[in-house]
């Protein structure tokens, strides 16, 4: 996709394009992720957990799950029961990131639905925590 491609859309125009170029990607997407960050992205993972406080029986919301990594640490981490949602509007990356959860046997704690921040396909909305 080209950036000219995507000034030339209207908004939900552009969500599709973003969308489609997300499933293009998605079978490359956590080697391009470490390989592009230099494997730096662990470290921001870890991070941007670290930064979450401790609480048992929490609910988080992982906006933009893509292939569920964030949610995978967070489970890995958390010694207490925590249910992790995960959501995502790329369908490609949402597959690998059931596959992964599935691969480390954290279904209990992972949850990923298809959907947006703008439009939770969840009832109730309420999380204690959120991160993206």
């Given amino acids: 996709m080209l950036p000219s491609q995507v000034k030339q859309g209207v908004p939900a125009d552009r969500a599709n394009l973003i969308q489609d170029m997300f499933n293009a990607v998605a079978p490359r ?72 959860v599935t691969a480390k046997n954290m279904q209990s704690s992972i949850q990923l639905f298809p959907g947006t921040v703008e439009n939770l396909p969840l009832k109730g909305d309420i999380f204690d925590g959120a991160i993206s």
């Fill in 29 to 100: 997407y956590d080697f391009l992720n470490g390989l592009l960050s230099a494997g730096c992205d662990k470290y921001w993972r870890k991070i941007a957990v670290d930064a979450l406080e401790p609480v048992a029986n929490r609910i988080f919301l992982d906006v933009a799950t893509g292939t569920a990594d964030i949610a995978l640490e967070l489970a890995l981490r958390d010694a207490s029961p925590s249910r992790i949602i995960g959501i995502d509007f790329s369908t490609t990356m949402l597959q690998l990131g059931k596959n992964k």
